[in-house]
């Protein structure tokens, strides 16, 4: 159905208006501009904005939509990228998710956003929206979505407003993307008070597609017709994320606080499907989703990747709240919404499709010659713009930045804390250590998302990787992790961003998938701060010689800035997600032992790094230098996960992260509980370390696998001919229900799951 809306009129602030008023006091601070942006403005225009153009302006050159202050260190994705690189790559940066050749005609969309400031403000719908919003960036590319993600920070898990924000945050992820029926495949869950003002809710989606089917967001062709569908347009989320996302929280300023927007999964899930008949039937020519800034940032956009302008008719949008000014309507953030160009021939279709999913439409204007974008009120004009500079030629900042002075003390206070060496407290150690907040299962969160919905999932969450089949005949496939420990970019900015790749890459490794492209969140405190700014800069460049080294681009993502509160700014969080192609999915490696008698192998070295460690973080300290990231040697151990898991010399894998090996070992009992014998002290002598620094060392390029007794021999000969460390660490034994240490301690499996499963729900119910 198509109809106008029915909204009061207003006392419109026409673009003749503007003209001759130049003396008229427009709100620009208040909509977070600051006074060299607005006197920008009005150089671009000529004259003063309207009110509807300020609108515009405003939450485009926000920070969360104009990337303004990160512009300039992130076009180093780019720079670095080969030409190797490029070799699966069909859309790169720039579009609304990146796009992989995965092979047989098959292709991959994924991209990893924050909705961070909501969801501190309103936890289960800042959460169920981000959701909603990263699945419509996978939608508006051609593809179906297939899978989501949940890379999350929270606050002290013992801090009296943590369980808030944990149970809103889970509830809104579970209950928007369990009715989507889409499967949660994995993330991470990490507690610290550095998060409490601002947690972090970073969230994937992944969608399969085949090339053919790749949508692009323009709108060329004049003549042809620009139209809005989904949801009416409410008054949820104003400004929402494009503006609480561009400043620190700040309680003398409650107009950074506007509404987080309102999600309806089942519309968006009407809207999955209506879409992808739309691209089935070759009915739309570009399409974009409306997500941060709404009406103003889809029509800029379109009009300006594309080859004219756009001549569009405001009072055609459907309201669910007739009082929005145009203003209001331009900058509203309401959820479920998608833009459309289509052309003449097709407008019957595209009616007769919408009136199928029952899905309201609006046709709003049209493609045009002018190179302008032209939003007109009841016949008169409000907006008459070159989209580009709404959209593209926003302002860039240079930020002063500078390495921080404190940074020296910090990397020389080494951990010379507790250190357990009697049998009984390395016992008690692995028990505290597998119990904590950050190591603990993630049960009860994971249990609340439906990991197996669609009935391709191959593996999830607690597994290293999750595992989704995208075609059934062949059993081709794609792993993903995202990974960042943020202690270790604390320390060194450089290489914990750098350490956040190499976890990402390897966990899919462990899975025995190939890593082809990467996606990234980037969470950090305020830009205007010179020493966090160096912080960010720190990172995009270790990420991108990161790349560049492993030979994965980044495909796009996401910066999220101001997450500070009271001048006070979280660590910096680089999110890092990593796609991998399988052949054939039924060859995927879980993460636990299963089979008696199998012999269990350490890859890697073990070194005294105990810096950043979760350990250290147990016994409050936070200092040094994070491990050494050799790439090197983790594309080494890489080629042999991916090579022995395909030819059946393996039959688990387990990197080797945070917790160390200690936690590796633990949780590959714990996966299908499954005891082993362990001896550990031909590893100490080899390595020149303890009993305890082997156990606790967080050393990167490690991976514990489980090798069946026939393929011991294979499995070593590949090990010697790349020249990598191995040695042979324990075997694993069905008939004795614990992880015995032999010579230290013996953990039975059930006192080792009641540790390190009864955390959440002793705090959070």
Known sequence: MSSEATGQQFNIDTVDHAAGTPETELPWAELGLKDNEFARINEILGRRPTAAELAMYSVMWSEHCSYKSSKVHLGQFGDKVTEKMKEHLLVG?????GVVDIGDGWAVTFKVESHNHPSMVEPYQGAATGVGGIVRDIISMGARPVAVMDPLRFGAIDHPDTARVVHGVVAGIGGYGNSLGLPNIGGEVVFDSVYQGNPLVNALAVGVLRHEDIRLANASGAGNKVVLFGARTGGDGIGG???????SFDDTKPSKRPAVQVGDPFAEKVLIECCLELFKASVVEGIQDLGAAGISCATSELASNGDGGMHVELTNVLLRDPSLTPGEILMSESQERMMAVVTPENMAAFESIMDKWNVEYSWLGEVTGTGRLIIDWAGETIVDVNPRTVAHDGPVYERPY????????LQL???DGDRPATSDE???????LMA??????KDWITRQYDRYVQGNTAMAMPDDAGVVRVDEETGLGIAISTDCNARYSYLNPYEGARAALAEAYRNVATSGAKPLAVTDCLNFGSPEDPEIMWQFAETVRGLADACQELGVPVTGGNVSLYNQTGGVGIHPTPVVGVLGVFDDVTRRTPSGWREDGQAIYLLGTTREELDGSEWANLRGHLGGQPPIVDLDAEQTLAAILINSSRDGMIDSAHDLSEGGLAAALSESALRFGVGA???IDELCERDGVDAFTALFSESQARAVVGVPRSEEVRFKDMCTARRFPFIRVGVVDTTNDALDVQGHFSLPLDELREAHEGTLPKYFG
């Not at 940066?93 to 998710?97: F, K, M, P, V």
């Not at 500078?402 to 003390?409: F, S, T, Y």
């Open 93 to 97: 940066i720039g579009e609304n998710a």
């Open 241 to 247: 994320a494009s503006v609480l996302a561009s400043e």
């Open 402 to 409: 500078h390495r921080p002075e404190w940074l020296d003390a």
């Open 413 to 415: 206070h080494t951990f």
């Open 426 to 432: 390395l016992r008690a150690a692995v028990l505290e």
């Open 436 to 441: 904590s907040p950050n190591m603990c299962s």
């Open 677 to 679: 014998r362990i001896g």
